[in-house]
């Protein structure tokens, strides 16, 4: 392969998991020794203490990216009930903040720390003000796994407060595979509440959707077959000032067939973020986006999945595409602290 341009830029979208994952499941072990070194991981390590395996993966993995300049990091909070009390928490996405802080206190030159704070608590608000004098950038939401419903009136002071700290959203839009999810609480609708507060909101995964009783169309490159979501989020790009929207997991095969559609969308360019959606697993060989297979085998010799990542979508957004500054415009207190 030719010498690729060197991008620099923020991973918008990364999970940290949850401590008290386990791995002990015939799936799971063969899932980690399957995928942990496409990820960069050691599935030796992985398998005998999964989160700091996994803690330690991140940080030596970003820390030398040629590509990434830090990570926006975080957890996602429990279910609640009404009345804030837990009602569930997935022994795999759902760490807590406190975990996200400690990584964040180990690597401060690293990552980038985003709180997660389901509305539904008593207490959220005043959660939200403690996280963010802890140092705290941003907010990650998974309103569909909680099953709220970010338009109901009772959330709008919970949006008001992100607005006023000035801390950006991140909404998960479109279809979601790994926790149990609301599917009404999937829909771009999802983005209205924060938006008319004034938060700098971010529609995470292009909104896009599949099902797994179509799979042609989950497969599909036609773009009538991406969803409703996509294409009326790409008109809402151009209209709210404050929305933009972060490709994470776009190299999932059912995500990746949007990729030359997005790529000729200039328009909006200028409101999308990176992202990976990591540890989520993506391939570059076999894939439905129509790079040519002999560009493919040449990135899979990329051994960091982050420039890998990187690589792969530089022929559809180019070295000086502004998907990768765009994160400044979000976080523009990082940008500053950096200059």
């Not at 993966?57 to 909070?77: A, C």
């Not at 990584?103 to 963010?132: G, H, T, W």
Request: proline fraction near 6%; hydrophobic fraction near 40%; charged fraction near 25%.
């Amino acid at each position: 392969m030719n010498p690729t341009p060197s991008v620099q830029t923020v991973d918008i979208h990364m999970h940290l998991l949850n401590r008290e994952m386990k791995l002990s499941r015939l799936y799971d072990k063969l899932a980690v020794k399957f995928f942990a070194r496409k990820l960069g991981a050691d599935p030796e390590a992985l398998l005998a203490d999964p989160y700091r395996g996994y803690c330690d993966t991140v940080l030596r993995r970003v820390g030398e990216s040629r590509h990434l300049k830090k990570t926006v990091l975080f957890g996602v909070d429990a279910r609640v009930d009404d009345a804030g009390r837990e009602i569930h928490r997935d022994v795999t996405v759902c760490a807590r903040n406190e975990d996200v802080y400690t990584l964040y206190q180990k690597a401060p030159d690293l990552i980038i720390p985003f709180m997660s704070v389901n509305p539904l608590r008593p207490d959220a608000i005043e959660r939200v003000e403690r996280y963010a004098k802890m140092g705290f950038r941003g907010m990650k939401f998974l309103q569909n796994y909680w099953g709220v419903d970010t338009r109901k009136k009772r959330f709008r002071p919970f949006f008001k407060k992100l607005a006023e700290l000035k801390l950006p959203i991140i909404v998960h839009i479109g279809s979601e595979s790994s926790v149990h999810s609301v599917k009404a609480c999937e829909r771009l609708e999802m983005l209205e509440g924060p938006l008319e507060e004034g938060v700098t909101t971010i529609a995470a995964h292009m909104g896009l959707e599949y099902s797994p009783w179509r799979l042609l169309r989950a497969f599909s490159k036609n773009p009538k077959h991406f969803g409703d979501n996509y294409h009326r989020l790409l008109k809402m790009l151009e209209n709210h000032e404050n929305l933009y929207a972060d490709i994470s997991a776009i190299l999932t095969p059912v995500r990746a067939k949007v990729l030359p559609h997005l790529a000729q969308q200039t328009q909006i360019h200028h409101k999308l973020l990176f992202g990976t959606d990591f540890p989520v697993p993506f391939t570059t060989l076999l894939n439905t986006h129509d790079l040519p297979l002999s560009t493919c085998r040449g990135l899979c010799d990329i051994e960091n999945p982050f420039d890998r990542y990187v690589e792969t979508l530089l022929p559809y957004f180019g070295a000086d595409n502004p998907l990768w500054r765009n994160w400044q415009k979000v976080m523009p207190q990082e940008k500053r602290e950096e200059a």
